[in-house]
């Protein structure tokens, strides 16, 4: 993937980010859920929980939060980060938020790390099972 | 190569490529090495209807995109519901024509 399209493709995602969280804290969470997988096997999938859990965030209530999803810190790390490098590199014209992407993909796609992910992911994700988010 | 080769191995991984791209690559094959035919005849490409069927069934979890070597938007997809729940549908479409394009990466991989 080239730079503008990764650009791109990171600001469109922030903005439908940034505006899930506001439509949910003006409507509350109880709208319903627009998680696929969980209309067609009801189980919930491995992210389920974490826009409540942001919400705690927002709201102060840490151990909340880890309960609701542990994901929910990494949504927001992202949420606050990528924005201001991303308008950064752009105003500055370079390209060090792409290089980071590829560097990270890089050290992902080896079997040691990805294994490691897949069982972190996993176990999460039979937790969110059993706590049915 | 020879023609008859070339065109041997165009008639049977079409399917794995963009149509507009056949010709391109018929062309580029007849004046690459013979040397490179070995590998080339022993080269895997993925199936863009397979991972469709991988799409609908798993697109949600990112599956799709892991399988075509697209971990970035693989592990975005896994993390968020298949992209917010639209990701995933609009992959649904988009799919077979990035499967095609790492295709075609793969083939330059090899020609080079």
């Known amino acids: 993937m080239r730079r503008n399209r990764l650009y791109g493709l990171l600001a469109v995602s922030c903005i ?35 826009t409540r859990s942001v919400l705690s965030l927002l709201h102060g209530n840490f151990i909340a939060a880890l309960r609701w999803n542990p994901l929910g810190y990494l949504f927001a790390a992202i949420l606050l980060m990528v924005p201001v490098w991303l308008f950064t590199d752009v105003v500055f014209k370079r390209s060090s938020l792409y290089q980071a992407v590829q560097y ?11 294994f490691i992910l897949l069982l972190i992911i996993t176990a999460n994700w039979l937790w969110n099972i059993y706590k049915n988010v | 190569m020879e023609a008859q080769k070339v065109d041997m191995f165009v008639m049977t991984n079409s399917k794995f490529f963009e149509s507009n791209q056949i010709y391109n690559i ?24 397979t991972i469709l069927i991988v799409s609908l069934l798993a697109g949600s979890l990112g599956i799709d995109r892991f399988m075509i070597g697209d971990t970035g938007i693989g592990i975005a997809k896994l993390l968020t519901c298949g992209g917010f729940g639209i990701g995933a549908i609009i992959d649904w479409f988009m799919i077979m024509g990035a499967t095609r394009a790492k295709n075609q990466a793969k083939l330059e991989q090899v020609l080079i």
């Open chain 1, 104 to 114: 990270a993909e890089n050290i992902i796609k080896q079997k040691k790390t990805a």
């Open chain 2, 26 to 49: 018929r062309e580029r094959l007849i004046e690459t090495d013979d040397s490179k035919w070995a590998i080339l005849s022993a080269t895997q490409f993925k199936d863009p209807t």
């Open chain 1, 16 to 50: 439908a980010g940034y505006g899930w969280l506001w439509y949910q804290l003006q409507y509350g969470t109880a709208s319903g859920s627009i998680c696929v997988f969980k209309y067609m096997t009801g189980l919930p999938c491995p992210s389920c929980g974490a």
